[in-house]
């Protein structure tokens, strides 16, 4: 039997050597003032929020207000029973409309009038019997 030649075995491993800087404590003025940088964060996606929902709730309450003023001005023609047609609210009632709203059409089927607006983002509010 042939023996094999022994190997030696890795070097021991130095410990580190001392860092150069030594550790730094963290104070409680440090603390304070991450803490108070997180809750200023925190509140100040908080308030980003509530103003996108109350700006989305605004327009939509516009949005809600003009429907309600077309549908009183169709209504107040009387359309007949016997009627069935289909106009823009421009018509109905000239003026601009509310921002937000792309576009707007009344529908009168059998005397009731229903108003559809077409908002931003694909959304739809009805109104109307």
């Known amino acids: 039997m042939s023996k094999r030649p022994k190997r030696n075995p890795l070097p021991p491993v130095a410990p580190p050597a001392s860092p150069s800087a030594p550790l730094r404590e963290v104070t409680p ?50 359309p007949s029973p016997n009627v069935s047609y289909t106009q823009k609210c421009l018509e109905a009632r000239p003026g601009a409309l509310p921002s937000g709203v792309l576009d707007c059409d009344v529908r009168v089927r059998q005397g009731r009038a229903l108003v559809t607006l077409q908002l931003e983002g694909g959304r739809q509010y009805r109104l109307g019997d």
């Open 29 to 78: 003025e440090q603390r304070r003032r991450t803490a108070r940088t997180f809750w200023l964060i925190l509140l100040a996606f908080v308030a980003g929020i509530g103003m996108l929902v109350a700006a989305l709730s605004w327009q939509g309450r516009a949005a809600r207000e003009y429907a309600g003023d077309v549908l009183e001005v169709v209504q107040a023609t009387k």
